[in-house]
């Protein structure tokens, strides 16, 4: 009889205490791998985005901003730039492609970015599999032939519940805010004429209209604004002039108008410049460079001689997850290794309390031969087996809580998290960690079966 039957017997004939033993390493072992697993998701997806296009050039600001903004859809855009810095740009001699694109408005959340026709044909190379990839692929329908034609991203036609042929209107700026409140260009409905291929990409979260299209939104609520601005000061001026005579006939005379006569202030835009993109400027140029090795030489260029920031979209996205979501990452990963601690600390109880339970046990076993070293042998791979039996299981809920997390990633920013993928080397370092920490949690209880005494125990009943 080996021993490894004899220590599967004794932790068969401890059910219950077996199971929430490895029930316990489990849970710290799920922590792990659900955090290890969206780690590595996550920054596989946002480096593959980071590394469609070379540079982004925007109005001055935060370079993170920007990125985010411009290539990732998830946060408001540092200002505008002028058409004039996007040619520039475009006729550098470093440059291949350059795309500009125009932010300013929303529908349900998501995104309305105008943009350039030619950007839906072009091709990237993958850096690491050397594929050969389309930042855009249309599913249903077209891309848009004309203004206020949309194409929406999978995501939100599938959130919005818009068809091919549906027509809706946007909302000024980027805040969530009350309908009441909101500005809403109902003036300028666009109509869906295509919806994209779910890529798990930001892609999926946005809503792609031709830059023309949003120039001319703005265009008209400057317009009017303009119109109302005038309009306002043209009867403020009346009014004035009334009132000065009215007052210069009886006799009344007074060095300012009173209070209730001084003309409204305009309470500024929550938006900020950012939302208000007027004709002939765009919020960002996505640029894709002849050369990789010219981005730091190109982005000194834009910074030196344009009125504009240049930022290289894959180091900003790395910047990110060392210095702010590493350190997030890294406070789970503790609390998971803690839990596993505690975890080792249960089998070390389970396994002591039971050596002591079966002292008459081992003894019966050194009487028929068996050695002290294997009794210590025995508990030790009780250990290894709850170990390995609550690594296995958390590695299958953490996958679990991985697949489930992704659906909402999925369904909410159209983000593709890949569970139950081979395990990783860092996976595979913690589990093996894990492992350690378990059968090391059995040297205490294996040390006291090694001290059996064999005639006492036997001589007691």
């Known amino acids: 009889m080996s021993l490894w039957f004899i220590a599967?017997?004794?932790?068969?004939?401890?059910?219950?205490?077996?199971?929430?033993?490895?029930?316990?390493?489990?849970?710290?072992?799920?922590?792990?791998?659900?955090?290890?697993?969206?780690?590595?998701?996550?920054?596989?997806?946002f480096e593959e985005e980071g590394h469609i296009y070379d540079m982004v050039v925007g109005a001055p600001g935060s370079p993170l901003q920007m990125v985010m903004s411009s290539v990732y859809l998830m946060d408001v855009p540092t200002g505008n730039i002028s058409y004039e810095v996007y040619e520039q740009v475009r006729d550098h001699d470093d440059v291949d492609m350059a795309f500009p694109i125009g932010l300013g408005d929303t529908f349900q959340g998501f995104r309305i970015v105008g943009v350039s026709r030619d950007i839906f044909d072009y091709e990237w190379t993958h850096p690491v599999t050397g594929e050969l990839r389309t930042t855009f692929s249309i599913a249903e329908g077209r891309f848009f032939e004309d203004n206020f034609e949309a194409v929406l991203g999978a995501t939100v036609a599938r959130r919005a519940g818009l068809e091919i042929g549906d027509r809706f209107v946007g909302?000024?700026?980027?805040?969530?805010?009350?309908?009441?409140?909101?500005?809403?260009?109902?003036?300028?409905?666009?109509?869906?004429?295509?919806?994209?291929?779910?890529?798990?990409?930001?892609?999926?979260?946005?809503?792609?209209?031709?830059?023309?299209?949003?120039?001319?939104?703005?265009?008209?609520?400057?317009?009017?604004?303009?119109?109302?601005?005038?309009e306002h000061e043209h009867n403020h001026e009346h009014n004035h002039n009334h009132e000065h005579g009215h007052h210069h006939e009886h006799g009344h005379a007074h060095d300012h108008a009173p209070d209730e006569d001084r003309p409204d202030v305009a309470p500024a835009d929550p938006m900020g410049d950012a939302a208000d993109l007027g004709a002939d400027e765009v919020t960002a140029v996505l640029v894709s460079l002849k050369s990789p090795a010219d981005r730091f030489t190109f982005r000194g260029w834009v910074n030196r001689e344009l009125p504009a920031m240049a930022a290289v979209p894959i180091m900003e996205i790395r910047d990110l997850y060392d210095n702010f979501l590493g350190t997030a990452q890294a406070v789970l990963l503790t609390i998971g290794y803690l839990v596993v601690v505690v975890s080792a600390l249960s089998i070390l109880i389970g396994l002591y309390l039971s050596i002591i339970q079966r002292k008459r046990d081992l003894a019966i076993m050194r009487a028929l031969g068996a050695s002290a070293p294997e009794i210590v042998g025995s508990v030790l791979i009780e250990a290894f087996l709850v170990t390995v039996l609550g690594i296995g299981a958390g590695w299958v809920v953490g996958n679990i809580v991985t697949w489930?997390?992704?659906?909402?990633?999925?369904?909410?920013?159209?983000?593709?998290?890949?569970?139950?993928?081979?395990?990783?080397?860092?996976?595979?370092?913690?589990?093996?960690?894990?492992?350690?920490?378990?059968?090391?949690?059995?040297?205490?209880?294996?040390?006291?079966?090694?001290?059996?005494?064999?005639?006492?125990?036997?001589?007691?009943?």
């Open 171 to 230: 909302v000024h700026g980027f805040m969530d805010m009350p309908e009441e409140f909101a500005h809403v260009h109902d003036d300028h409905p666009y109509e869906v004429v295509g919806i994209l291929e779910t890529s798990g990409t930001p892609n999926d979260r946005g809503i792609y209209t031709s830059l023309e299209s949003v120039w001319l939104v703005h265009d008209h609520d400057h317009d009017h604004h303009h119109d109302d601005e005038h």
């Open 404 to 461: 489930g997390v992704g659906l909402q990633l999925l369904w909410y920013y159209g983000l593709i998290i890949d569970a139950f993928g081979v395990p990783t080397t860092d996976m595979l370092t913690a589990f093996a960690a894990v492992a350690v920490v378990g059968v090391l949690a059995g040297i205490l209880p294996a040390w006291q079966a090694y001290q059996t005494d064999v005639a006492r125990d036997l001589s007691e009943a």
């Open 8 to 45: 599967w017997q004794y932790l068969w004939n401890r059910r219950l205490t077996t199971s929430l033993t490895i029930a316990s390493v489990a849970l710290g072992v799920a922590l792990i791998t659900a955090v290890l697993t969206l780690r590595e998701e996550t920054r596989k997806r």
